[in-house]
């Protein structure tokens, strides 16, 4: 059974994420993880981004927010890395105040694979092998 909560941070450690786990599993006790194959997504983190979906800000704490930089990346998103070790934290729709965290930052053998977004802007050179849902945008 997954604790209530998770644990993350970033590559030196001085940006911590606590998420409660509560709202996020699945039937299976495990969290979903998604994959985004946008032209952003991609350039920002040198291949497709992973992500933990629908975060609201009353789901997590965060220690050392401080340290968060935060870049615009379309009219209504904006990134956050850790200043200090640039590591890539998420992803905040700034219209909906909802999260979507780098699921690397955390413990990883809670997650389920389950779906790929923005199919049509994947390049040729690489495939995932996993059954996972694929839409073609959002
Ligand atoms: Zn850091
Ligand atoms: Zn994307």
Not at 68 to 81: I, L, P
Not at 82 to 100: N, Q
Request: hydrophobic share 30%.
């Amino acid at each position: 059974m997954l604790a209530a909560y998770i644990d993350g941070t970033c590559l030196c450690s001085q940006v911590k994420i606590r998420l409660r786990t509560e709202k996020l599993l699945l039937e299976s006790g495990q969290i979903e993880v998604k994959l985004c194959h946008c032209d952003v997504c991609r350039k920002i983190n040198a291949g497709p981004s992973f992500y933990i979906t629908e975060i609201a800000d009353s789901q997590f704490t965060m220690t050392n927010s401080e340290l968060v930089h935060y870049f615009k990346t379309s009219e209504n998103g904006q990134r956050g890395f850790c200043s200090h070790c640039g590591t890539y934290l998420f992803f905040r729709d700034l219209s909906t105040r909802v999260y979507e965290f780098n699921p690397e930052l955390f413990q990883r053998e809670y997650f389920k694979f389950t779906e790929e977004i923005w199919c049509l802007s994947k390049p040729d050179y690489y495939n995932f092998a996993d059954e996972t849902l694929k839409t073609d945008y959002e």
